[in-house]
């Protein structure tokens, strides 16, 4: 019984996943004879569904920060050491290591170490950096200029 509730559970999450890649590519969903059934946020007068929107436009503007080579590289190797440290101190609160505190603080100021020396090859500052600026009403820089000298339009207040 349990081999079988994965198979579904399973299934559930592939067909839900297409649903998705369906909607953010646009395309008809339904059986073949009638594919009238489109995902909602393509249908007038209604929004793109959340999922859509924040996914995508998350990750289109992450990759327009974020396009120097050195820079990818240094976020690929810094992004997953935060969640690392999360699971570091949860495994040594498990084992009642407080003595290795240090562990998991120096995998955070490394994390954000590297993402900053990525941004300066960028030349913007990184988004925890915009975020204070915006709540502070202070100019921030999201998008470096390009450095072949082409005018871009301002980013920021």
């Known amino acids: 019984r349990m081999e079988n509730e994965d198979t579904a559970?399973?299934?559930?999450?592939?067909?839900s996943s297409?649903?998705?890649s369906w909607c953010l590519r646009g395309e008809s969903f339904g059986p073949r004879r009638?594919?009238?059934?489109?995902?909602?946020?393509?249908?007038p007068?209604?929004?793109?569904?959340?999922?859509?929107?924040?996914v995508a436009t998350w990750l289109n503007n992450w990759l327009e920060r974020h396009q120097h080579p050195v820079s990818r590289l240094l976020h690929v190797v810094a992004i997953p050491l935060l969640p690392l440290a999360g699971v570091l101190?949860?495994?040594?609160?498990?084992?009642?290591?407080?003595d290795l505190w240090w562990r998991p603080v120096a995998l955070v100021i490394g994390s954000y170490f590297l993402q900053w020396i990525g941004h300066r090859l960028e030349g913007n500052d990184m988004g925890e950096?915009?975020?204070i600026k915006k709540l502070l009403g202070r100019p921030y820089v999201a998008v470096a200029p390009p450095r072949d000298g082409t005018p871009q339009p301002p980013t920021g207040r």
């Open 9 to 15: 559970a399973g299934a559930a999450v592939h067909s």
């Open 18 to 20: 297409l649903l998705v």
């Open 34 to 43: 009638e594919r009238r059934h489109r995902c909602p946020g393509w249908l």
């Open 45 to 54: 007068g209604i929004a793109p569904p959340r999922y859509d929107a924040g």
């Open 89 to 98: 101190v949860v495994v040594q609160g498990v084992q009642a290591r407080w």
């Open 129 to 131: 950096v915009i975020l």
